[in-house]
């Protein structure tokens, strides 16, 4: 059951390639208590936080789907709907274990970039895992391994696609146990019968607003240009999600998040081959913060916490002697290519800022701290993100004024990017005013496992 939406004329070779794919867990908490319960499977079931009448299901099964029974439902109306039904105290440990569980077997086909949700899992794909044929291949792997490592009732759908934003919604097109691929050529036509409330980041209220603005129905809202789409939303997002639903990659592998609710914001980058050394790492890291600095404050955000991922490769045998010995916890991961790699990782805390300067000395003060032995000799992928986002419109005065020449520059730096192009402004020029000017924020460091979490 497989759905691929290419262009009418045929794919064109060159250009139809996928660049993630998206996996999105079907009624996820109800199908792990199917699987630890077998008397549960087909069987209409619910899971509760609490076991009231008063409370509301936090998932169900497909088989209550069926019903008419969804998340949000009440128990009280679930019970009228279907006497039978199963209901569960759900257990969060015991979903965010098997979340992990599931994570590893998604990693056992191809690593996993991106987790946004506890029942979501992001892959990039690379090189010659963007054709449609071996991209297709490797979704019906990650189905399999799930169910071979995992359990048999936890099913998935996948989207396929060249942007995050659009494998999202190509994750939500075919449910249960969908596969739907949007290539480019077919952009953005075969989404033009989708609903305004499909598009990730549009909820009740956004809905509301667009319609107030004449905007009802996909193709209305496929009709209008980036500056129309600006206008329309009131901020970068529009331009974000014009050229997301058209295919192209903005740079920032379309984050299915909207700024309002946005938790996190980062940037990674596949390094070339011949710039698979420290000193092209850390440029590259060094450009990966620029954009991450200036989008955090385009979209108006504090950010007190900064992670930096390093990905490794090594030789055979510095893969065969690593996997060797446990010390140090290291994993050691194949890559589809047969690349095989290690990894390392750092998460720096300070006070929230939101000018280039203070995060440059944060990922320094990360960069610093990161291993320089033989088997961290070879990085080939660097990812920055930045956390604990705050609006703008939530600090105070008193932050504001503080390190007051250091948001000027920035501002400044923004206005000659966004008008001259994103790479005009360059830090080279900023590195010896950092020199001169002292530490301003004390950050500690805490090591982060490798692979989990902030990526
Ligand atoms: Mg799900």
Redesign the pocket.
Known sequence: MFGEYNSPMGASAATDLYGFLHV?????FASVEQQLHPEYRNKPTGVVPTIADTTSLIAASYEAKALGIKTGTRVLDARRICPEIILVHGNHATYAEYSHRIAAAVERVCPVAHTPSI??MVCQLLGRERGPARARQIALEVKQAIREDVGETLR??IGLAPNRYLAKIASDMQKPDGLVGLLPGGLPGSIAHLELRDLPGVGARTELRLNAKGIRTMPELLALDRNAMHRLFNSVWGDRVYHWLRGNDTGDDGAPIPSAVQKSLGHSHVLAPEHRTPEGAWAVAHKLLHKAAMRLRMEKFFSGSLALTVKYALSASQAANLAGSRLGGERVKKHLSGLMETGWGMEARFRPCQDTLSLLEALQGCWKQAPADGKHAKPFFVGITLRNLIPESEMQGSLFAEPGNRRELSATMDKLNLKYGHTTLHFAGMLPARDSAPTRIAFTQIPVQYGHEYM
């Open positions: 999105d867990l079907n009624s996820f029942d979501e998935c759908s």
